[in-house]
């Protein structure tokens, strides 16, 4: 068993949907890669014009979004 102090998880980023973890430093995680972009979709109520079966980091390759919320920002472009 680890000893490790656990962060419980919060809501306490502006506009922030859902409990998101955070990485030691205190800085937000980002989304999993191998996330389906539909599962994304679902859950921000988006559609980004994509098969619901590729993978997150692909989509952010192909639109040079680092989060979430830039893909949500560049759809519209």
């Known amino acids: 068993m680890s000893n490790q102090k656990t962060t ?7 506009g922030m949907r859902g409990p998101r973890g955070r990485n030691e430093d205190g800085e937000l995680r980002q989304k999993r890669g ?13 559609d980004f ?4 079966d590729m993978k997150l980091d692909t989509l952010r390759e192909r639109l040079g979004a680092v ?4 893909l ?4 519209g472009s």
């Open 34 to 46: 191998d996330t389906h972009v539909g599962t994304i979709e679902k859950q921000y109520g988006v």
């Open 72 to 75: 949500i920002d560049k759809r």
């Open 8 to 14: 419980p998880v919060r809501h306490d980023a502006p």
């Open 49 to 52: 014009g994509v098969r619901s």
């Open 67 to 70: 989060s979430i919320e830039d």
